[in-house]
């Protein structure tokens, strides 16, 4: 159960390509095996039962063959009853080894030649015995013998006692010959009676050779190794092909007095397809087998075939299951990867429709969603700058400059009246510096507007510190008309009286100078106050790149100006340092140096 | 992902691989074996009748089987059935067209079948087999050539030879130093021999075995008929009578005739071999064909000397084996020749069939080292040149029939022998006119 649900939960996970290719596989393989495997059971089990049945018929037809052959001989048996000499020889008395009379030789020995010469070429011997000690017995290369009994334990001569007068078949035994050479033979053997008596008068015993029975087994084949052989009543074998070795294990099979049939041995760890059939004449068994190996030699072709066939046609099955596989997910990958950059913040991708498919669908929703997503940016952006015009808005509002710049007017006339010229002086151009300030409307001024606002407040610094500020301006006339947004030089002088004058360290000198370099406004703000330790220098640096914040109220004045720079400009300009502790600091601005009204166009493009 | 696939179709093209390594396998397998059973069904085959019924066969079935592996295109089967039954089934076979492929024929029945044309002249086959007609002995080619055609291939010369048992004759005090059988010269030296047996030996002892019927006592009777001066005649010129009714046969059947009647030859003998076989006969006169089949009898001590010439020269009774090619409707030239390299074969051999008694028909094998170390045969192998035919004619194997039954008569008293040489004359002549 457990490895159920682990197999479920590994393909679960598997990609959909290859779970693709996997449930292909199956689908394709599983109904073909199956189908493949009960297709050929099917057929091979067919073929067998035929090859048995056929088998079977062969057999009968052997044995229809060798039983007219039989007939023939056991017809030759009757023969006695139509020659009265041999049948008054068999009845008359006699001791054992009495010479015959002339005329008894040549009747014996006439009817003798009659059964060789009507019989066929394979009768090699004819006995003949009678009740009351007459013999006559005529051996392969032998002349007749007179004096040899009949055995009266035979097993034959007991089975053929019961049989009414008809005829016994004796498989194969070996007979000698008076030279001594043996040959075996098989037998008919019949009882002989009298008509008028009923009594029994003896027995005439026909020997043949085998050959015959040989020969005929011989123009039968079952297969290349087939083996096909006759035995008698009591199992013990008549005849074979050529080679044929009985099988000990078979004639057991075969004793549950079964007439014919077909079924299957084992023999040397083979299995074997054997058939026999009980012939009516001679009782004997024909009997066939062949390796059923041998048989089906022709189903297995056809199998591997059948398997073969198979394998290239699941082989080129998976081969376009896996194209088909890789062929519909591929779109799914690109979708994956366009995603994976909007991931990483690109939104400007789209994913390209070719179908409209599930995956078709999928592509233009993205397309629909990063198109969305980008819109959504802009506008938060836009809120965020119009949130800030509005603080400022709120705070210019505070305070009314109308009634500054009329109380500073009056303070200015007072001090006039009085005689006090730097008062005079400090008043004016206060009043120019919140004029200049608060005039927020104006976005964007010339540098010569911003210089002059700069070189005001350094005046009432100048007066503030008695002299104390040593404040230079150098400035090139290409560079008065550039324009430049508002307030960006001033808060960065004010730094440097902050933290280079104030701190009490140098000679409070700070210079100013503005040049263009390759269409690039450059202002550099320069003093020799207490400079900053390299740590704050980079903490700083750290802060003007990444920090998003707008200054605010308590804004650092150089992260402000360098925001506002960005915003205005773009990422490629704005606001760097240089500075040693002790040795000052080097403020530097880099603007586009502009001398047209261009903006409008370069902020739509930044919106 | 590309790892994935590769691996997907490496394993594929693995599988396919493997698979038709084992289909190709699977095929190669069925095309091996099957070759010694075909080469041996398209070997030209052979049917071939033999009529040995006396020790014979078996050394016959030896050479046959020896052929036959040294010949694998060619397979001869060998048929044997008893000579009593022989040609008429042999006769019959060539009447009704299945008559075998090769067929032993003695040199007396040869007439028989060289009429109408029952077996096939052999100079053309001969001469594509090889065989040279000239290293045969003289007298036994003489009796196949007909018209100047060789009909039959001449495999031995047989004749009668007096086997002897040395325990009975030693018994008697009728063995010499060299275990030679020691008798006075001619017809009463051989009677009283006979009768020193038949006094030293146990009564149920045969002194000489001879059947009482069938053609041993005819041999007997032709031998010394013909040992006779002036005696061997059968027939006169023209074949149209007998000449066998005269004193001198009726002194030569006299002769046999008391050896049966003084029981020096025992009534009733049927099987005369058999019983000498078995150590119950001193004396046994047939044919030679004995010798190979007594040297295999356990327990007999025998020796052998030609036919004893009883009356003024030496004759005796010989025929030939010959092997003949039966003429039928679908003997084919192949087979003919096939035949031809056998019966070759079998005469270059002779050495073999020698060892069952006969004498071999050529003259190189006669003179062989392989022939002259055999036992017995040397002894008698010049019997050969002096081997008294029957008579060429047609009918002479029944002719010689008629000999045996009126012989038969007398061996069992039904008749005298002038009665019994009357009546045979009587009847040839009949058949004769036929």
């Known amino acids: 159960m457990k490895r159920i649900s682990s197999m479920i939960g590994w393909f679960k996970n598997q990609e959909l390509a290859r779970k693709l290719i996997l449930i292909n596989f199956i689908l394709v393989m599983l109904p073909l095996s199956i189908m493949g495997y009960f297709a050929f059971s099917r057929f091979a089990a067919t073929l067998e039962q035929k090859v048995g049945d056929y088998q079977q018929q062969t057999m009968k037809q052997l044995t229809l063959n060798l039983d007219t052959y039989m007939a023939e001989l056991d017809r030759l048996t009757l023969m006695p009853y139509q020659y009265e000499p041999i049948i008054a020889f068999l009845e008359s008395k006699r001791d054992q080894g009495q010479a015959l009379t002339l005329e008894e030789i040549k009747q014996l020995n006439g009817f003798v030649s009659q059964v060789f010469l009507n019989g066929r070429i394979d009768i090699v011997g004819v006995s003949l015995f009678g009740e009351s000690g007459a013999s006559y017995v005529v051996l392969p290369e032998s002349q007749y013998v007179t004096t040899y009994k ?408 150089l992260l402000n100006v360098h925001r506002r720079i960005v915003l205005h400009y773009g990422e490629l300009y704005g606001l760097s340092l240089e500075s040693m502790p002790y040795q000052g600091m080097k403020v530097i601005l880099t603007l586009p140096a502009v001398h047209e009204e261009l903006f409008k166009g370069r902020e739509d493009i930044h919106a | 992902m590309f790892i994935h696939r590769r691996g997907t179709s490496c394993l594929i093209y693995m599988i396919m691989a493997l698979l038709l390594a084992a289909l190709s396998g699977c095929a190669s397998q069925d095309e091996e074996d099957h070759p010694q059973g075909e080469a041996r069904a398209a070997a030209v085959k052979l049917e071939f009748w033999t009529p040995f019924s006396g020790g014979d066969n078996q050394f016959m079935t030896e050479m046959v089987n020896q052929f036959n592996k040294e010949n694998p295109s060619i397979e001869v089967v060998q048929m044997n059935t008893r000579l009593d039954d022989y040609y008429s089934r042999l006769r019959t076979a060539i009447m009704s067209g299945s008559a075998p492929d090769l067929a032993i024929l003695h040199q007396t029945s040869l007439p028989q079948f060289v009429q109408n044309g029952y077996i096939e002249k052999l100079t053309e086959p001969a001469r594509q087999a090889g065989l040279d007609w000239k290293g045969f002995n003289a007298n036994i080619l003489e009796s196949i050539v007909y018209d100047g055609n060789p009909y039959a291939v001449p495999l031995d010369t047989h004749a009668l030879v007096m086997y002897y048992n040395k325990s009975y004759l030693r018994q008697a005090g009728l063995l010499d130093g060299n275990d030679m059988p020691m008798m006075s010269s001619g017809a009463d030296g051989f009677h009283a021999f006979l009768k020193q047996l038949k006094a030293s030996i146990p009564p149920d002892a045969a002194p000489l075995a001879q059947p009482s019927t069938r053609i041993d006592s005819v041999w007997l009777w032709w031998s010394l008929y013909n040992q006779l001066e002036g005696g061997g005649a059968f027939y006169n010129e023209e074949l149209t009578e007998t000449v066998f009714n005269n004193p001198k046969a009726l002194k030569a059947l006299d002769y046999t005739n008391q050896l049966y009647k003084q029981e020096l030859i025992p009534p009733n003998i049927n099987d005369s071999f058999k019983l000498f076989y078995d150590g119950k006969a001193a004396v046994l006169i047939t044919g030679m064909w004995g010798t190979g089949a007594f040297e295999k009898a356990p327990g007999l001590d025998f020796g052998v000397i030609p036919m004893p010439v009883l009356y003024d020269h030496a004759a005796v009774w010989g025929d030939s084996h010959t092997i003949a090619i039966p003429t039928k409707l679908g003997m084919t030239d192949a087979k003919k020749a096939a035949a031809l390299i056998f019966a070759k074969w079998c005469v270059e051999h002779g050495e073999m069939w020698a060892e069952a008694g006969h004498v071999p028909s050529m003259t190189k094998v006669v003179a062989s ?25 047609v009918r002479q194997w029944s002719i010689v029939e008629i000999l045996i039954q009126e012989f038969e008569k007398m061996n069992y008293s039904q008749q005298t022998p002038e009665q019994t040489l009357e009546n045979a004359a009587k009847r040839v002549n009949i058949e004769l006119k036929k």
């Open chain 1, 150 to 557: 009949l055995d009266e334990n035979a097993k034959w001569l007991k089975n053929e006692q019961m049989r009414n007068g008809q005829s016994t078949f004796i498989g194969t035994h070996n007979i000698q010959s008076t030279g001594g050479t043996i040959f075996p033979v098989f037998s008919i053997a019949r009882e002989l009676r009298s008509f008028d008596t009923g009594k029994k008068l003896g027995y005439i015993v026909i020997d043949v050779a085998p050959s015959v029975i040989h020969q005929i087994l011989s123009q039968v084949t079952l297969g290349n190794r087939d083996a096909i052989y006759i035995t008698d009543q009591n199992g013990g074998v008549v005849a074979g092909k050529e080679h044929a070795q009985p099988i000990a294990a078979i004639s057991s099979l075969l004793q549950d007095g079964e007439l014919e049939g077909v079924t299957h041995a084992a023999v040397n760890g083979e299995r074997q397809l054997v058939s026999f059939v009980t012939s009516s004449v001679t009782e004997w068994k024909t009997i066939g087998i062949v390796p059923v190996a041998e048989l089906m030699k022709d189903s297995f072709l056809i199998r591997n075939s059948i398997m073969l066939l198979g394998i290239i046609c699941v082989g080129l099955a998976m081969l376009m299951s896996v194209f088909l596989a890789f062929q519909i997910t591929k779109p799914l990958r690109g979708l994956i990867k366009l995603m994976r950059k909007v991931e990483h913040g690109d939104l400007l991708v789209s994913f390209p429709v070719k179908q409209w498919d599930e995956v078709g669908h999928l592509g233009k929703a993205f397309n629909t969603m990063v198109s969305k997503l980008s819109e959504l940016g802009y506008l938060l952006y836009e809120t965020e700058i119009r949130e800030k015009d509005a603080q400022i808005a709120a705070l210019q509002s505070k305070i009314n400059p109308h009634f500054l710049y009329n109380t500073l007017g009056s303070i200015s006339m007072y001090a006039e009246v009085e005689g006090n010229q730097e008062v005079v002086k400090m008043t004016n151009n206060l009043s120019r510096l919140l004029r200049y300030s608060l005039n927020g409307q104006k976005e964007r001024v010339s540098l010569k507007d911003e210089l002059d606002h700069v070189r005001g407040y350094m005046t009432i610094q100048k007066m503030r510190y008695e002299e104390r500020i040593d404040f230079q301006l150098e400035s090139i006339e290409a560079a008065l008309t550039c324009k430049v947004i508002p307030l960006i030089i001033q808060p960065i002088v004010e730094n440097a009286i902050n933290h280079g004058i104030d701190q009490g360290i140098g000679n409070g000198r700070i210079s100013l100078s503005c040049r263009i370099d390759e269409s690039l406004l450059r202002i550099v703000i320069e003093d020799d106050g207490i400079g900053m330790t390299e740590e704050k220098l980079s903490a700083i640096r750290r802060r003007l790149q990444y920090s998003k914040d707008l200054g605010g109220s308590s804004g650092n004045g």
């Open chain 2, 369 to 393: 080292e392989p022939f002259n170390s055999l036992k017995y045969r040397s002894a008698y192998a010049a019997t050969a040149n002096y081997v008294a035919y029957w008579p060429r004619h």
